[in-house]
């Protein structure tokens, strides 16, 4: 399996949603996948938050906000570099 699939099934995995065969080839994947474990540990972190609010939100739409955080975290690896630059302003003498 891999790490794409894994993270479409995570929340399914955390949510125990998942049959036997899905979850031990997930737990295979999490045990030699740094990221996708680092992955899983924040999901279990903020489902663990979630579950103690009273279900006052729509669990859709929370988990629409930590799929968009998990690809803007992704996408932020094309950032240093445009930032670095942007610091680098000319100095005005006269
Ligand atoms: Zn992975």
Request: proline content about 17%.
């Given at each position: 399996m891999g790490c794409k699939m894994v993270k479409d099934l995570l929340t399914d995995y955390i949510d125990e949603e998942l049959n036997q065969e899905l979850r031990s080839e997930i737990t295979r994947h999490l045990d030699s996948c740094s990221s996708c474990r680092e992955l899983n540990e924040s999901l279990n972190l903020l489902t663990g938050q979630f579950r103690?609010?009273?279900?006052?939100?729509a669990p859709g739409r929370i988990w629409g906000q930590i799929r968009e955080a998990i690809t803007t975290k992704e996408k932020k690896h094309f950032l240093p570099t445009g930032l670095v630059e942007k610091k680098k302003k000319p100095t005005g003498k006269r």
């Open positions: 103690q609010i009273p279900r006052a939100e």
